[in-house]
């Protein structure tokens, strides 16, 4: 080692000589050849206890004995010590690794096998620079403050656009995902092969990876993955062989049925939605008579879909014995009485016996239940009407709140923006009387069955038309609506937005409406596009500077972040 | 456009419009220089010499004045931003970039004034001597008349014997260690390291003493030494270590004027005497492209401090720029004595001209001459392998015995520890099959990540037992650990 060779050529010892007296005499006899160790265990015992006389020295040292301290025996120990430590550090010998494993470009390697490459492109450093501003704290350590629906937002753009994370990135975005459950899709979407790779040298990383239901980049078409992969894997597989062959997807899931636990029963049969027909019928009906509520659920979400089945027959035939459309003159109005006890059949097909809440009659129950098992297509084709007359029907007899409550859980179930749109037109003078979710899905929960544009557009009136400082109630409904709006808004509602935010802009203490909408800006407020926000955000912080313009300022600095990062990723 | 006016006053030359938005401090301030870089928004625009002004209408009544000293560059707006520099400043460049301000003979009348002002304040800040670190000196280093130098003289040979006097003292206190035993060093004996027990470690007070005796290095050291007993296991081993390479200092203080210049310089340098920073910027210097490849935050001491590795591309010499925390700041945000050393960054080329300290081997350098702006190195200088990198040390520590860490810039693959195996330790293994160990904790995963498995070129410090990665090159940056 070129450190002993340095100090035995005498060219090092040169340097240490230079610093010490000439060499003295020889010490007395009885003295040794100690080592380092030795020296550490006589000083820490002390030499005033255990004297030592050092005459020799171990190692590379051992050719400067000489220049020993004679008379001290402290001071003979300190030079020992110091010559022996830097004889130390200058001798440092590495670990030679043995190789036996195969060769990549020309280097042993040892460890794990590195990572294959990654078609995708990565995000450019100027991307990464963005995005750990805007990401934060997320992305600990050492970033400041930021926002984990914003990180999700960037990083879902971002592999859409087809991108992956960069290396440096990745051990921050692995750790933010462990931190953060809610974080997990959108990083699980940006790791690409490296990431992967990366995962798996840490267990807990690992655990992060194998839990998603990734989509994998490639269909696989390998058998063995549905016997002896993950939960992500089976899912994967289960999804392209349905994909391919509906048949042999259903076939595939229908073997292995009994073996599986619940919970992924239920995430399973929900893959058969893709290319569902009615040939998946008897699979499904069978399914309802499954132990876990999860999947008779699913099924009765598949099934309504499908209006030739059984099940759909059923529903229907229930629904109209109790409810008749009937001509009082020449207004139409909807007779509906309540239903007697469900059979067996109406029981296996997901009628509770018991209401949500003991001011809800069971009867009534029965009734809103029968309603909302019926596809909402099927009322237009047996009352002969179109869904925003229907709605506008006067009911029987107190039975109006029941009839519409098997309306609204139908729309928000069926997901049908039809439906929404003509139950909130006409709304609820009682508000659904107290009701719990579970038997009235409020106004909130059927906009969010409303198509995007129509929800924006609605939330931008619903704005137009509030005060700047309604009561709390008010403010915090409006600022729901538009939170439910998906982002980027569209024109209309950013532009009504930015409307209320320039309203604000003359007092001093921002209230509660404009402060929850500058909040839900950040996200919201489109960062491409026609209009430049950031830059009207700033000309109105400009303008007219409050103690809360820095928000402001900050909500506009995000949104120029968030350009610069999606025109990286263009 | 140029007027055609034949100007005497040589024209530097005009800036890219990159270059002038590489200045920006944020995005909106990019963006807004941007809508200013425009002739439209200005008036009684001009360049003379160095000086570049205008007047831009703002929000205000009256118009900013912005002037801009390009040889700084240097800044000053009348708007009421707080940003360096400000969007009129970046909009006025953007204007001159294009070509869009004529040459004029004299600046004007503010921007004149302002000129004036600024030379006077360097002169005046040149003749006095800048603090760069608490070592360096605090008297003047222009000698005046005979009268002060043989004050001068006299000065330095009291700090001598201060000095001489008081590492006697330490290396009675060293004797004593050793005499008594190690095992009485207090916090030994306790198994938990005390944190609610007052902050004095077992050395303080002879730390207090070298203090007095001018010896602040060596204080230093000692303040640091009151960590050791409660760091585990083999203790011991490394109080003794840091003891006899204390005694080895002492000893070298007292035949300090027997050894090679070089090593005596060094001797003084590592017990505290101060160097003035003008007197090493009157020693040569050495021109190169130098590569920044790692930059270390010193959080330890006193002072924040920042070290900065650099390496010329030319001549492959190592540098080492140390800046301090200016007095009253905390480092960080610009508080720092040095602010456009502190500013640099792994991955930075920056051509300028280095002048060593005195002392062996020549590690510490400051910055002279600059002669371009730092730009982005899309390439590392050629990195070596394990065995150079402990050869360089060990021919190192023939020169300086105290050495304790070594610039490193090598080609390895990562290795992280196998769970299996217990006492494993992450490992940077060279094309060699030579394996090094790795200190630092979260820096290595992104170490990983970016290697992925395969060789990466690594720079960073070693220190005796290990190596501390402080960068690695990626594709053509290099990301900081």
Same mark, same amino acid.
């Given at each position: 080692?070129?450190?002993?060779?340095?100090?035995?050529?005498?060219?090092?010892?040169?340097?240490?000589?230079?610093?010490?007296?000439?060499? $003295?005499?020889? !010490? +007395?006899?009885?003295?040794?050849? *100690?080592?380092?160790?030795? @020296?550490?265990? &006589?000083? %820490?015992?002390? #030499?005033?206890?255990?004297?030592?006389?050092?005459?020799?020295?171990?190692?590379?040292?051992?050719?400067?004995?000489?220049?020993?301290?004679?008379?001290?025996?402290?001071?003979?120990?300190?030079?020992?010590?110091?010559?022996?430590?830097?004889?130390?550090?200058?001798?440092?010998?590495?670990?030679?690794?043995?190789?036996?494993?195969?060769?990549?470009?020309?280097?042993?390697?040892?460890?794990?096998?590195?990572?294959?490459?990654?078609?995708?492109?990565?995000?450019?450093?100027?991307?990464?620079?963005?995005?750990?501003?805007?990401?934060?704290?997320?992305?600990?350590?050492?970033?400041?403050?930021?926002?984990?629906?914003?990180?999700?937002?960037?990083?879902?753009?971002?592999?859409?656009?087809?991108?992956?994370?960069?290396? $440096?990135?990745? !051990? +921050?975005?692995?750790?933010?995902? *462990?931190?953060?459950?809610? @974080?997990?899709? &959108?990083? %699980?979407?940006? #790791?690409?092969?490296?990431?992967?790779?990366?995962?798996?040298?840490?267990?807990?990383?690992?655990?992060?990876?194998?839990?998603?239901?990734?989509?994998?980049?490639?269909?696989?078409?390998?058998?063995?993955?549905?016997?002896?992969?993950?939960?992500?894997?089976?899912?994967?597989?289960?999804?392209?062989?349905?994909?391919?062959?509906?048949?042999?997807?259903?076939?595939?899931?229908?073997?292995?049925?009994?073996?599986?636990?619940?919970?992924?029963?239920?995430?399973?049969?929900?893959?058969?939605?893709?290319?569902?027909?009615?040939?998946?019928?008897?699979?499904?009906?069978?399914?309802?008579?499954?132990?876990?509520?999860?999947?008779?659920?699913?099924?009765?979400?598949?099934?309504?879909?499908?209006?030739?089945?059984?099940?759909?027959?059923?529903?229907?035939?229930?629904?109209?014995? *109790?409810?008749?459309?009937?001509?009082?003159?020449?207004?139409?109005?909807?007779?509906?009485?309540?239903?007697?006890?469900?059979?067996?059949?109406?029981?296996?097909?997901?009628?509770?016996?018991?209401?949500?809440?003991?001011?809800?009659?069971?009867?009534?129950?029965?009734?809103?239940?029968?309603?909302?098992?019926?596809?909402?297509?099927?009322?237009?084709?047996?009352?002969?009407?179109?869904?925003?007359?229907?709605?506008?029907?006067?009911?029987?007899?107190?039975?109006?709140?029941?009839?519409?409550?098997?309306?609204?859980?139908?729309?928000?179930?069926?997901?049908?923006?039809?439906?929404?749109?003509?139950?909130?037109?006409?709304?609820?003078?009682?508000?659904?009387?107290?009701?719990?979710?579970?038997?009235?899905?409020?106004?909130?929960?059927?906009?969010?069955?409303?198509?995007?544009?129509?929800?924006?557009?609605?939330?931008?009136?619903?704005?137009?038309?509030?005060?700047?400082?309604?009561?709390?109630?008010?403010?915090?409904?409006?600022?729901?609506?538009?939170?439910?709006?998906?982002?980027?808004?569209?024109?209309?509602?950013?532009?009504?937005?930015?409307?209320?935010?320039?309203?604000?802009?003359?007092?001093?203490?921002?209230?509660?409406?404009?402060?929850?909408?500058?909040?839900?800006?950040?996200?919201?407020?489109?960062?491409?596009?026609?209009?430049?926000?950031?830059?009207?955000?700033?000309?109105?912080?400009?303008?007219?500077?409050?103690?809360?313009?820095?928000?402001?300022?900050?909500?506009?600095?995000?949104?120029?972040?968030?350009?610069?990062?999606?025109?990286?990723?263009? | 456009?140029?007027?055609?006016?034949?100007?005497?006053?040589?024209?530097?030359?005009?800036?890219?419009?990159?270059?002038?938005?590489?200045?920006?401090?944020?995005?909106?301030?990019?963006?807004?220089?941007?809508?200013?870089?425009?002739?439209?928004?200005?008036?009684?625009?001009?360049?003379?010499?160095?000086?570049?002004?205008?007047?831009?209408?703002?929000?205000?009544?009256?118009?900013?004045?912005?002037?801009?000293?390009?040889?700084?560059?240097?800044?000053?707006?009348?708007?009421?931003?707080?940003?360096?520099?400000?969007?009129?400043?970046?909009?006025?460049?953007?204007?001159?970039?294009?070509?869009?301000?004529?040459?004029?003979?004299?600046?004007?009348?503010?921007?004149?004034?302002?000129?004036?002002?600024?030379?006077?304040?360097?002169?005046?800040?040149?003749?006095?001597?800048?603090?760069?670190?608490?070592?360096?000196?605090?008297?003047?280093?222009?000698?005046?008349?005979?009268?002060?130098?043989?004050?001068?003289?006299?000065?330095?040979?009291?700090?001598?014997?201060?000095?001489?006097?008081?590492?006697?003292?330490?290396?009675?206190?060293?004797?004593?260690?050793?005499?008594?035993?190690?095992?009485?060093?207090?916090?030994?004996?306790?198994?938990?390291?005390?944190?609610?027990?007052?902050?004095?470690?077992?050395?303080?007070?002879?730390?207090?003493?070298?203090?007095?005796?001018?010896?602040?290095?060596?204080?230093?050291?000692?303040?640091?030494?009151?960590?050791?007993?409660?760091?585990?296991?083999?203790?011991?081993?490394?109080?003794?270590?840091?003891?006899?390479?204390?005694?080895?200092?002492?000893?070298?203080?007292?035949?300090?004027?027997?050894?090679?210049?070089?090593?005596?310089?060094?001797?003084?340098?590592?017990?505290?005497?101060?160097?003035?920073?003008?007197?090493?910027?009157?020693?040569?210097?050495?021109?190169?492209?130098?590569?920044?490849?790692?930059?270390?935050?010193?959080?330890?001491?006193?002072?924040?401090?920042?070290?900065?590795?650099?390496?010329?591309?030319?001549?492959?010499?190592?540098?080492?720029?140390?800046?301090?925390?200016?007095?009253?700041?905390?480092?960080?945000?610009?508080?720092?004595?040095?602010?456009?050393?502190?500013?640099?960054?792994?991955?930075?080329?920056?051509?300028?001209?280095?002048?060593?300290?005195?002392?062996?081997?020549?590690?510490?350098?400051?910055?002279?001459?600059?002669?371009?702006?730092?730009?982005?190195?899309?390439?590392?200088?050629?990195?070596?392998?394990?065995?150079?990198?402990?050869?360089?040390?060990?021919?190192?520590?023939?020169?300086?015995?105290?050495?304790?860490?070594?610039?490193?810039?090598?080609?390895?693959?990562?290795?992280?520890?196998?769970?299996?195996?217990?006492?494993?330790?992450?490992?940077?293994?060279?094309?060699?099959?030579?394996?090094?160990?790795?200190?630092?904790?979260?820096?290595?995963?992104?170490?990983?990540?970016?290697?992925?498995?395969?060789?990466?070129?690594?720079?960073?410090?070693?220190?005796?037992?290990?190596?501390?990665?402080?960068?690695?090159?990626?594709?053509?940056?290099?990301?900081?650990?």
């Amino acid at each position: 080692m070129t450190g002993a060779r340095t100090v035995t050529d005498g060219s090092y010892v040169g340097a240490v000589n230079a610093s010490f007296d000439d060499p $003295p005499r020889r !010490p +007395d006899e009885g003295g040794r050849t *100690v080592s380092f160790e030795d @020296l550490v265990t &006589a000083a %820490t015992i002390g #030499l005033s206890r255990k004297p030592l006389a050092i005459t020799g020295l171990d190692g590379p040292a051992a050719g400067c004995a000489g220049a020993l301290d004679a008379g001290d025996q402290a001071a003979a120990l300190l030079d020992a010590a110091a010559l022996m430590t830097a004889a130390g550090r200058g001798g440092f010998q590495p670990e030679h690794v043995v190789s036996g494993q195969p060769m990549v470009s020309g280097q042993p390697i040892i460890g794990p096998p590195p990572s294959p490459e990654d078609a995708a492109p990565e995000l450019s450093p100027r991307a990464e620079r963005a995005l750990r501003q805007l990401g934060g704290a997320q992305l600990a350590p050492g970033f400041a403050a930021g926002d984990k629906e914003l990180l999700a937002d960037l990083l879902a753009a971002a592999s859409d656009a087809g991108y992956v994370a960069s290396a $440096p990135l990745l !051990p +921050d975005l692995l750790d933010a995902a *462990v931190r953060t459950v809610s @974080l997990r899709p &959108a990083v %699980t979407a940006v #790791l690409g092969v490296r990431g992967r790779w990366l995962a798996g040298q840490r267990p807990d990383w690992q655990r992060i990876v194998d839990a998603g239901a990734v989509p994998m980049t490639a269909p696989s078409n390998d058998p063995e993955l549905w016997r002896t992969g993950t939960r992500a894997e089976r899912h994967a597989h289960l999804t392209s062989e349905r994909e391919r062959d509906p048949d042999a997807g259903r076939e595939l899931l229908a073997a292995d049925w009994a073996r599986l636990p619940g919970d992924e029963r239920a995430i399973l049969l929900a893959v058969l939605r893709h290319r569902l027909s009615a040939d998946d019928e008897d699979f499904l009906d069978a399914a309802l008579d499954d132990r876990a509520e999860a999947v008779r659920a699913v099924a009765r979400r598949l099934l309504t879909l499908l209006p030739g089945s059984g099940f759909v027959q059923r529903a229907t035939d229930r629904a109209t014995a *109790v409810v008749r459309l009937e001509r009082h003159g020449q207004r139409p109005w909807l007779n509906a009485r309540l239903p007697g006890d469900p059979d067996a059949a109406a029981i296996r097909d997901g009628v509770d016996a018991r209401p949500p809440s003991p001011a809800i009659g069971i009867g009534a129950w029965r009734l809103t239940q029968f309603i909302a098992a019926v596809p909402l297509s099927g009322w237009s084709a047996l009352l002969g009407l179109p869904a925003s007359d229907i709605v506008g029907l006067p009911v029987a007899e107190k039975l109006r709140l029941d009839v519409h409550a098997g309306w609204r859980l139908a729309a928000v179930s069926q997901r049908s923006g039809e439906w929404a749109e003509a139950l909130l037109a006409v709304g609820d003078p009682e508000d659904g009387d107290n009701r719990p979710p579970a038997a009235w899905p409020d106004d909130q929960r059927l906009a969010a069955a409303l198509p995007p544009s129509t929800r924006a557009a609605r939330a931008a009136a619903l704005l137009a038309e509030t005060k700047l400082t309604p009561g709390p109630a008010a403010a915090n409904q409006a600022i729901a609506e538009v939170g439910g709006v998906p982002i980027p808004w569209p024109g209309g509602l950013a532009d009504a937005v930015l409307a209320v935010l320039g309203r604000a802009a003359s007092l001093a203490a921002l209230p509660r409406l404009p402060r929850g909408l500058l909040d839900l800006a950040a996200r919201g407020l489109p960062a491409t596009g026609g209009r430049d926000y950031a830059a009207e955000l700033t000309r109105l912080a400009d303008a007219r500077p409050q103690t809360w313009t820095p928000l402001v300022r900050k909500t506009a600095e995000t949104i120029l972040l968030r350009r610069a990062f999606l025109e990286e990723i263009r | 456009m140029s007027v055609g006016s034949t100007s005497l006053i040589a024209m530097p030359a005009r800036w890219s419009a990159d270059r002038v938005l590489d200045l920006a401090p944020d995005e909106s301030s990019r963006r807004s220089a941007g809508a200013l870089g425009r002739p439209a928004r200005w008036q009684g625009v001009g360049v003379a010499g160095d000086v570049l002004w205008g007047l831009c209408a703002g929000s205000g009544k009256n118009p900013y004045q912005v002037a801009v000293d390009l040889s700084g560059p240097a800044y000053k707006c009348s708007c009421p931003s707080r940003k360096f520099p400000c969007k009129h400043a970046l909009g006025l460049l953007l204007n001159w970039a294009n070509g869009s301000v004529p040459e004029e003979s004299t600046p004007a009348d503010f921007a004149a004034a302002w000129l004036a002002d600024r030379r006077a304040r360097a002169e005046k800040a040149e003749k006095s001597v800048v603090r760069t670190d608490p070592g360096d000196s605090q008297s003047p280093a222009v000698p005046g008349t005979v009268k002060d130098q043989a004050a001068a003289a006299r000065r330095v040979q009291q700090r001598a014997q201060r000095v001489a006097n008081g590492l006697a003292e330490l290396q009675s206190w060293l004797r004593d260690q050793v005499l008594v035993g190690l095992s009485a060093t207090p916090t030994a004996t306790s198994a938990a390291p005390s944190a609610t027990a007052s902050a004095r470690g077992h050395a303080d007070e002879i730390a207090a003493r070298m203090v007095d005796a001018q010896a602040p290095g060596v204080a230093a050291v000692l303040r640091g030494l009151s960590e050791i007993p409660g760091s585990g296991e083999g203790w011991p081993g490394r109080l003794l270590g840091e003891y006899a390479q204390l005694h080895l200092l002492a000893r070298a203080h007292q035949r300090l004027g027997g050894l090679p210049p070089d090593l005596a310089a060094t001797v003084r340098s590592r017990i505290g005497y101060p160097t003035s920073r003008q007197d090493v910027l009157a020693r040569q210097s050495v021109t190169d492209y130098w590569v920044v490849l790692g930059v270390r935050d010193l959080l330890d001491g006193q002072v924040p401090g920042r070290r900065l590795w650099l390496r010329g591309r030319d001549s492959g010499r190592w540098a080492m720029l140390l800046t301090f925390a200016a007095p009253g700041g905390a480092g960080g945000a610009g508080g720092w004595q040095d602010p456009d050393t502190a500013r640099l960054r792994p991955g930075t080329e920056l051509h300028a001209s280095l002048h060593y300290y005195p002392g062996q081997p020549a590690l510490r350098a400051t910055v002279g001459e600059r002669h371009a702006q730092p730009a982005r190195a899309e390439r590392p200088p050629a990195a070596g392998d394990a065995a150079a990198l402990l050869a360089g040390y060990a021919t190192g520590l023939e020169q300086d015995p105290w050495l304790t860490v070594w610039p490193a810039l090598l080609t390895g693959t990562p290795v992280p520890p196998d769970g299996g195996r217990p006492g494993d330790r992450w490992r940077l293994v060279d094309p060699g099959g030579v394996a090094l160990p790795l200190a630092g904790r979260e820096s290595l995963w992104t170490l990983l990540a970016v290697s992925g498995g395969y060789p990466v070129t690594v720079a960073g410090e070693w220190h005796p037992g290990g190596l501390l990665p402080l960068a690695v090159w990626h594709r053509d940056r290099a990301v900081a650990l």
